[in-house]
């Protein structure tokens, strides 16, 4: 598969528990985003990468939120003392400079209990 | 604060129907107007667009962008069940990466 690869798909967690997402872009696409999208809404950025330096990040993206992608090119997600509020499912795209549009993962869906 | 405004919210139509999906937006620094299509995972893109007039078409789906009005148009012809999904409008700015979406027009095609 030379799409957008997320894992893990599923993560259910207690409340205050940390948890962390990967994200593996196509390869040769040198842009990250990071999107959150809750049930009924449309994706709410959160963070973007070119190549490892982070260059936008949103003010939803709270300090128990950090993402990184060293050597870019998997990212990491890390969610720090997780809160109900923080289920949702958590979408990484990729795209190449110049392209038109992202192409999106299959998403990892949180569930804070 | 950027606003991308869809309607309807939810649509439902029998195979064979065409549809027109609306897309409004206010948004400062305006770079292009992108449409994506949900099913149960995540969105594939259809189209991007950045002038306005210049209609955009894939198969049976196109959409056009009024820069004037601030709105797009996603037409979708001769519906088929595999078209149901949620249809997202999303804005890029120039000089910003992020993209906001709109909530998104969940069409339904029933046979």
């Known amino acids: 598969d030379t799409g957008v690869s997320q894992d893990p798909r599923h993560k259910i967690t207690k409340r205050g528990q940390n948890v962390t997402f990967r994200c593996d872009p196509i390869s040769e696409h040198n842009r990250l985003y990071w999107y959150r999208q809750t049930l009924g809404q449309g994706p709410e950025f959160l963070t973007y990468?070119?190549?490892?330096?982070?260059?936008?990040k949103s003010r939803l993206l709270s300090d128990r939120f950090s993402a990184e992608r060293p050597k870019g090119s998997f990212s990491t997600l890390e969610i720090q003392r997780t809160e109900q509020g923080d289920s949702a499912m958590y979408l990484c795209a990729s795209s190449r400079t110049g392209d038109g549009g992202y192409t999106f993962g299959s998403g990892t869906r949180l569930t804070v209990v | 604060e950027d606003k991308v405004v869809q309607s309807p919210l939810s649509l439902v139509v029998h195979e064979g129907d065409t549809v027109t999906l609306n897309c409004s937006y206010e948004?400062?620094?305006?770079?292009?107007l992108l449409w994506y299509k949900q099913e149960k995972k995540a969105p594939t893109f259809l189209f991007m667009l950045?002038?306005?007039?210049i209609e955009k078409k894939s198969g049976r789906l196109s959409s056009i962008l009024d820069k004037k009005e601030l709105f797009s148009i996603l037409n979708i012809t001769a519906t088929q069940t595999g078209d149901s999904a949620v249809y997202l409008c999303a804005v890029e700015k120039r000089g910003y990466q992020k993209v906001t979406f709109g909530i998104g027009t969940k069409l339904q095609v029933i046979p």
């Open positions: 990468f070119q190549n490892e330096a982070q260059l936008e």
């Open positions: 950045t002038s306005s007039g």
């Open positions: 948004v400062t620094n305006f770079r292009s």
